[in-house]
């Protein structure tokens, strides 16, 4: 009989044990999992607010966008593409605007009502809207 117990003993506790090995495997899955997400959309974010740029001089006539982009001396990161988005066109620009430098963008074929919005690709969250005057 003691035989037997002791038996039931074992068995009870590898299971017990298995199953908390898969409860800390399945634990440390989604804890990864989370994290991961978390790394992967805060990434962009925080780039995002690196870029510092200003847009000035707007001129717009007969479909053509022109206006000069600076990316400002504190800003953390070059300037290597923007998209324009108005209330009926979306175009992206290679632009290469270095830290602390200017450049002159101009964007023929661009319809627009009253305003743009200008930003870094993949920043179009947090761009800067303008108004043609």
Not at 62 to 78: A, E, H, I, M, V
Request: proline fraction near 2%; charged fraction near 20%; aromatic fraction near 12%.
């Amino acid at each position: 009989m003691a035989k037997k117990q002791t038996i039931a003993v074992v068995v009870f506790l590898a299971i017990f044990i298995l199953l908390g090995a898969y409860i800390a495997v399945r634990t440390a899955v989604i804890y990864r999992m989370g994290t991961g997400f978390a790394n992967e959309t805060s990434t962009s974010t925080v780039q995002c607010v690196g870029y510092i740029y200003d847009i000035r001089n707007i001129e717009y006539s007969n479909n053509l966008l022109g206006f000069d982009l600076q990316n400002k001396p504190f800003s953390r990161y070059d300037i290597d593409e923007i998209v324009v988005i108005s209330e009926n066109d979306l175009k992206e620009v290679i632009t290469r605007t270095i830290i602390g430098t200017s450049k002159r963008i101009e964007i023929d074929d661009f319809s627009i009502n009253n305003t743009f919005l200008v930003a870094p690709v993949g920043c179009e969250v947090y761009g800067k809207a303008y108004n043609i005057t």
